[in-house]
């Protein structure tokens, strides 16, 4: 980093407002000042609707601010828009890959439509493939290609030509932590070996952790914004590792920390509980301290630690924010009756064997984890226990039902609730619930009680009269959950529900789960929020259509190593592990 060189991205006082449908105008960003050094890593942090898009898009040179300046190499944002987007590349989220067109035969076309010559191709095309290791997939169409490539192939076309400046919007967003660790890894490289000057929008904060500037946004304002070790300041101190002596799960230890005074954040971590604790709550000088029954041990303060205290502190809540309640759980699961039961379940496409000869039970009440890289079956597996999607072979009982015989049985039910936003955005939100109660038969009194239910227990009664596009991502989920559980299901199935969503909206979904499984309803959810395991009662890690292990968190850890610290260094240990093993059976 050229400590003397202006930045590259200088913003001040920049408002940008949008009307939307029915609502009043909504501002995506309220007098927001932001500054991204030169040669190096920013990284913009914040939840869905926190204004990172925007922002990124006002630096391409693609919006206007309302108000405001904006300076993007020198040039201003507003008056010359294409003297900026000559000299920088943008990777936007959904980035416009053609998907019949192959590897090479995609990257060929962004090269002619930025006009790289012959002789800049041939020097830049080995580099970039050996970057992102698509060399062996050059004739692949992009269509073919798993999550994790197509975000690299991705990258590949947007560095076809040498830009000053590369944006980068939510490259990694359900994206499995091995294609992440290798996307950053190629971020990383170009600043550190070329000295280019990157900014990249994510809402995970453990990507933040390594970069040189942080700006943390929230409902389009600056939280904060400065170097890690600033954004983690406020949590230093404050940080600990709880357990408790009648070792409870780490989830239900969460659960029952969570509703204790003086507790800014609760969440499982590699098998104990993580504590941020308010100012004054215990004795911070302390090496090692009991507090009413639980075990304290201080521990480092993360980015995400620093982010949850700058967050509780803006919403002016109460320390442990909305409460559930929760029925005492006594029962183990192994008591419980098999709802879900899987065996030697394949599924195939062609010639290609998406899922192969897979077999497992999931219980009444339990959370279960489906886990795996992007292209590893887990959503295919999903898609048939859903009823989404026929097997080709094998036993799957769902609720009682064959679902290779009697699909429409089971689905009355099961809920479900897909990983991309599938509601009608043009309904408001009361209308629906309306719809979807309909669907499932509701009437009468009847529907007019769920309808109530679901707008108290989701907090959807401010919003209900607006459109559900209309809504923040937040509010989406909320209201697709609601309208999955408005039937009262045995079995809800959940596809990567907390995708995009910040740490605070992650443990509040957490919350409404426990409570639900601990009411019997069992819940099925596929995550690539690794810690996020932790909360399930059992997970199953899958790749190449085959299960790789099966058991609950703290035995899939023990299984990956000793040296393992947390589920995501398990989860990158067992893939690699097998995939290794497979390489060397096919030598």
């Known amino acids: 980093m050229n400590a003397g060189a202006q930045p590259v991205i200088i913003g001040s006082d920049l408002l940008k407002t949008f009307s939307r449908g029915k609502r009043a105008v909504v501002r995506a960003l309220d007098r927001v000042g932001i500054a991204a050094p030169h040669g190096a890593l920013t990284a913009i942090v914040g939840p869905d609707g926190a204004g990172k898009t925007t922002l990124l898009r006002m630096a391409a040179g693609l919006l206007r601010p309302d108000e405001g300046e904006l300076s993007v190499l020198g040039f201003d944002a507003s008056r010359n828009p294409q003297e900026i987007q000559d000299r920088i590349s943008y990777m936007p989220q959904r980035f416009g890959l053609y998907e019949d067109l192959s590897v090479q035969e995609n990257l060929d076309l962004y090269a002619d439509l930025h006009g790289v010559s012959a002789q800049e191709r041939a020097a ?306 009361r209308e629906n619930l309306e719809f979807f109660a309909g669907a499932y038969g509701l009437r009468n009194r009847r529907l007019r009680e769920r309808l109530d239910w679901a707008l108290e227990q989701f907090e959807l009664g401010q919003v209900q009269a607006q459109a559900a596009e209309d809504l923040p991502g937040g509010y989406q989920r909320r209201l697709a959950m609601a309208a999955a559980l408005l039937h009262e299901p045995d079995i809800l199935f959940l596809d990567e529900p907390t995708s995009g969503a910040d740490p605070l909206a992650r443990r509040e979904f957490w919350a409404r789960i426990t409570a639900l499984a601990e009411r019997g309803v069992t819940v099925i959810v596929t995550t690539h929020f690794m810690e996020e395991a932790e909360y399930c009662d059992r997970i199953m890690v899958q790749d190449a259509g085959a299960m790789l292990a099966i058991g609950p968190p703290a035995q899939v850890r023990a299984s990956a190593g000793e040296s393992v610290r947390n589920m995501d260094e398990a989860f990158m240990a067992i893939v690699e592990r097998a995939r290794m093993k497979k390489e060397a059976d096919s030598g």
């Open 124 to 429: 830049r095309y080995p580099r970039l493939m050996d970057m992102t290791q698509l060399a062996p997939f050059r004739g692949r169409l992009a269509g073919k290609l798993s999550g994790g490539m197509k975000q690299k192939l991705g990258l590949a076309c947007t560095l076809v030509r040498s830009p000053e400046l590369l944006l980068l919007d939510e490259p990694t967003v359900g994206v499995d932590p091995l294609s992440r660790r290798e996307l950053w890894e190629i971020v990383r490289r170009l600043v550190e070996r070329d000295g280019l000057s990157v900014v990249v929008s994510t809402s995970y904060l453990d990507e933040a952790e390594h970069c040189a500037h942080v700006i943390v946004l929230h409902e389009g304002a600056v939280l904060a914004a400065g170097a890690p070790e600033e954004i983690r300041a406020p949590a230093r101190g404050l940080t600990f590792i709880a357990t408790s002596d009648d070792a409870q799960p780490a989830r239900t230890l969460q659960t029952r920390v969570m509703q204790r005074p003086g507790v800014i954040d609760a969440a499982p971590h590699g098998g104990y509980v993580r504590l941020v604790m308010a100012p004054g709550a215990v004795d911070v000088g302390s090496p090692a301290q009991t507090v009413q029954d639980l075990k304290l041990q201080p521990t480092d303060a993360t980015l995400e630690d620093g982010f949850m205290v700058l967050l509780r502190e803006r919403l002016q809540e109460g320390a442990a924010g909305r409460r559930f309640e929760h029925a005492p759980s006594n029962v183990g699961h192994e008591a419980e009756p098999v709802v879900v039961e899987v065996r030697d379940l394949v599924r195939k496409f062609g010639e290609f064997t998406a899922v192969d000869r897979t077999s497992f039970a999931v219980r009444r009440g339990e959370v279960f984890g489906l886990l795996g890289p992007n292209g590893a079956g887990k959503t295919t597996t999903f898609r048939m226990l859903c009823g989404l999607l026929p097997a080709t072979s094998g036993t799957l009982r769902v609720a009682g039902a064959d679902l290779r015989r009697a699909r429409a049985q089971a689905r009355q039910r099961i809920g479900y609730v897909a990983q991309k936003f599938a509601l009608y955005g043009n309904l408001t939100v």
